[in-house]
T-cell receptor
Framework: DQQVKQNSPSLSVQEGRISILNCDYTNSMFDYFLWYKKYPAEGPTFLISISSIKDKNEDGRFTVFLNKSAKHLSLHIVPSQPGDSAVYFCAASAGPSGNTPLVFGKGTRLSVIA | DTGVSQDPRHKITKRGQNVTFRCDPI?????LYWYRQTLGQGPEFLTYFQNEAQLEKSRLLSDRFSAERPKGSFSTLEIQRTEQGDSAMYLCASSPEGQRSSGGQFFGPGTRLTVL
């Protein structure tokens, strides 16, 4: 049973436009959420996170939105760049930060077209 | 600091053999995690340590899997009597303890295991 769901396996976006990656979760005990980016032959790289007490966190071109009542979060990348092409994983933790075991979604492959 | 390192990067073995993987975390991180990733899936949590104490091991896939972190620094993951279904990428990650880890866990490059 997937507790963290990324229902779009892939997404293509033109360079300069906005990329929106979505994630849904089912476990109401999740308290902290993270996005990771993964290139081939590398481990996942932390991108941005958000605590359940917030509804938005922004870091440069990356913004994560959390709708706790809908159990939904999204990652916005503006503007999208070709170097953003990678697989993006949504992850959740039942702890108050990112230092407890994470539950990952299956990932969304983002392709940014020049 | 060069980040989390894992050795070997690739391992090919025959069914029934034992394999051991090593992970060296970021030096100041006292938490260390093991995950497994199969094709088309996200990483799946296996076990984790705080210093040398193993905090959770019920998610290890079977009793053929075991992990150690004897001195609270590097860790090893052993799989005994490997099966073809064990073929996967094994990822190690580390993080500081407590509330300081707003930056999440830092992952190594992984060890890709192929069981023939």
């Amino acid at each position: 049973d997937q507790q963290v769901k990324q229902n779009s396996p892939s997404l293509s976006v033109q360079e300069g436009r906005i990329s929106i990656l979505n994630c849904d979760y089912t476990n109401s005990m999740f308290d902290y959420f993270l996005w990771y980016k993964k290139y081939p032959a590398e481990g996942p790289t932390f991108l941005i996170s958000i605590s359940s007490i917030k509804d938005k966190n922004e870091d440069g071109r990356f913004t994560v939105f959390l709708n706790k009542s809908a159990k939904h979060l999204s990652l916005h990348i503006v503007p999208s760049q070709p170097g953003d092409s990678a697989v993006y994983f949504c992850a959740a933790s039942a702890g108050p930060s990112g230092n407890t075991p994470l539950v990952f979604g299956k990932g969304t492959r983002l392709s940014v077209i020049a | 600091d060069t980040g989390v390192s894992q050795d070997p990067r690739h391992k090919i073995t025959k069914r029934g053999q034992n394999v051991t993987f090593r992970c060296d975390p970021i030096s100041e991180h006292n938490r260390l995690y093991w995950y497994r990733q199969t094709l088309g899936q996200g990483p799946e949590f296996l076990t984790y340590f705080q210093n040398e104490a193993q905090l959770e091991k019920s998610r290890l896939l079977s009793d053929r899997f075991s992990a150690e972190r004897p001195k609270g620094s590097f860790s090893t993951l052993e799989i005994q009597r490997t099966e073809q279904g064990d073929s996967a990428m094994y990822l190690c990650a580390s993080s500081p303890e407590g509330q300081r880890s707003s930056g999440g866990q830092f992952f190594g490059p992984g060890t890709r295991l192929t069981v023939l």
